[in-house]
């Protein structure tokens, strides 16, 4: 949509004394994958002909009140989303995902589409800049057929403020109407108001019928956006990560450091505080204090925090992209920390085995349907 002209670099939080390393590991995919195929430093999301860079940024907490930002949104709040944007993008991360009821009616003071179209013509007032919205249809019970995926696709847009978006997902499966959504989606492609397609909170069913009925009309399924983090691994156990492998599909992960969980920022005796605080509580936070520590020493010695580790781990999977929410520019440029190194094989499954001692979290209800 437009092009990206970084000026000057951006350093990860801490520096690092191990050489990045060379290549990527290949995903672990099998099949007719084609996901993960990188370009530029990017990679392409599924079978689509999008690339989008390897980590993106979550934008749900941009204007929202209800579940972030201490329940209140102001000018200071205002400044800082608008930090982390500028910063993702210095970073050279360009990839932002939003959706329409992000921060919208009841929930926020502002809608996240507005906020992100607000930053991005900000930005283009200095420099060209290229940036790849991604944002989501609801699939709100009264929404009956494809033509409301198309005009809900348009209000997004005239709020976004461009002519189309780069990756148009629905959010959730609707309690009806799923054909009518993906034929939406359809006709969204084809109408050229999207670059590519996607769903989120997908089982491996719902995805396989997903992926079947767009690719009847030659329409690719580009995401799958689901719920997975080190300590919340069920697209693992319940086949979604397996099918987006074999599909071609790439699974972009929200929640990638378990909204903070996994930063150490929190630990027994300061758990976070609002909503967050009823599902990482002082004695799941107790549970986890040895992985932690594991991850601090695995940092350690390639001078990188938790978040950058953790991160990395994900993307150690292969076809995955994590989208990390950014309140503020430091947590941004701490996400950049997570590109250009890779932990060892050993790592990998070394945290993963420890995760496995530790209950998961909560996750999204309707991705067990």
């Not at 699939?139 to 696709?153: E, H, I, K, N, T």
């Not at 450091?257 to 609002?274: F, M, R, V």
Request: aromatic residues 8%; proline residues 5%; contains cysteine.
């Amino acid at each position: 949509m437009m092009a990206l002209q970084v000026a000057g670099g951006c350093l990860p939080l801490l520096p690092s004394r191990r050489a990045p390393v060379a290549a990527v590991r290949p995903p672990r995919a099998s099949g007719a994958s084609a996901a993960a195929v990188e370009e530029d430093g990017k990679v392409r999301l599924g079978g689509s002909g999008l690339a989008v860079t390897k980590l993106g940024i979550g934008a749900w907490s941009w204007g929202d009140t209800t579940y972030w930002n201490e329940f209140q949104w102001d000018d200071r709040k205002l400044k800082a989303a608008k930090g982390a944007f500028d910063a993702s993008v210095d970073c050279g991360i360009t990839f932002f995902d939003t959706a329409e009821v992000y921060g919208a009616g009841i929930s926020g003071a502002i809608n996240s589409e507005s906020l992100l179209g607000r930053f991005i013509k900000e930005r283009q007032q200095k420099e060209q800049v290229e940036v790849a919205i991604a944002t989501k249809f609801a699939a709100l019970p009264w929404r009956l057929g494809r033509g409301s995926v198309v005009s809900a696709l348009k209000d997004s847009l005239s709020r976004l403020g461009v002519s189309s978006v780069e990756l148009y997902q629905l959010h959730w499966p609707g309690i009806w109407g799923n054909e009518g959504y993906l034929d939406g989606l359809g006709d969204a492609y084809e109408q050229g108001l999207v670059k590519a397609v996607g769903v989120s909170n997908y089982s491996e069913k719902r995805l396989r019928v997903a992926y079947e009925r767009l690719k009847k009309r030659g329409v690719p399924l580009a995401s799958n956006q689901v719920n997975y983090s080190l300590i919340y691994r069920n697209s693992e156990e319940n086949g979604v990560k397996a099918t987006c492998d074999e599909l071609g599909i790439t699974l972009i992960a929200y929640s990638p450091i378990a909204q903070g969980a996994l930063t150490g920022k929190y630990t027994p005796d300061n758990p976070p505080t609002g909503p967050r605080g009823r599902i990482y509580t002082p004695e799941l936070l107790t549970k986890l204090q040895p992985l932690i520590n594991r991850i601090k020493e695995i940092g350690g010695s390639y001078e990188k925090t938790p978040t950058q580790v953790v991160l990395n781990w994900l993307i150690c999977q292969g076809n995955v992209v994590p989208i990390p929410g950014a309140k503020n520019a430091e947590q941004a440029r701490e996400f950049a920390g997570a590109l250009g190194w890779s932990l060892t094989d050993q790592e990998v499954e070394e945290m993963r085995s420890m995760a496995r001692e530790i209950k998961p979290v909560v996750g999204f209800p309707v991705e067990k349907l």
